[in-house]
Structures are given as C-alpha cells and as structure tokens.
C-alpha cells in the first residue's frame, strides 16, 4: 500500500510540474510588471509583496491567540527571575 503511494506521488510529481509552480497573484503581477522597469526596482517590489503576503497570517495568529501568548511570556519572564 505504501509503494503504490509512493509510485502515484512520484508520477504526479513528474506529470504536471505546472501545478506546483504557479506562483500567487501578486507575485505574478509584479514579474509582469517588472517587465518595464528597471532590474532593481522589480527585485524590491517582488520583496515587498512577498512581505506583505507574509505578515498577515502572523498578525492573525497574533490576535487569536494574544491571551495565551502574553501568559506564556509572562510564565517566561517569572521563571527567568
């Protein structure tokens, strides 16, 4: 049973390369973009978005679990002293 996994992830790894590389919107906008301007501005409006995309699911973490990421600062600190 573990082969015949194996086997299909390894042909679907090899049949559609497409699928995995894709890229997100923003990112794909930014290449297209790019296209006009100058080497260094596309590298850091690239950078910019990736930053974007990437801060928001630690903000929302952030604010989900604020109550027990302060306890367990806190639980932290008094142990430290």
């Known amino acids: 049973m573990k082969n015949k996994f194996l086997f299909l992830g390894i042909i679907l790894l090899f049949f559609d390369m497409e699928l995995f590389g894709q890229g997100c919107s923003q990112c794909k906008l930014m290449a297209e973009q790019?296209?006009?301007?100058?080497?260094?501005?596309?590298?850091?409006?690239?950078n910019t978005g990736i930053l974007y995309l990437m801060i928001i699911p630690y903000l929302l973490i952030l604010?989900?679990?604020?109550?027990?990421?302060?306890?367990?600062?806190?639980s932290l600190i008094k142990s430290s002293r």
């Open 34 to 46: 790019g296209l006009e301007m100058e080497e260094t501005a596309f590298g850091t409006n690239i």
């Open 63 to 74: 604010f989900l679990f604020r109550k027990q990421l302060f306890g367990l600062f806190k």
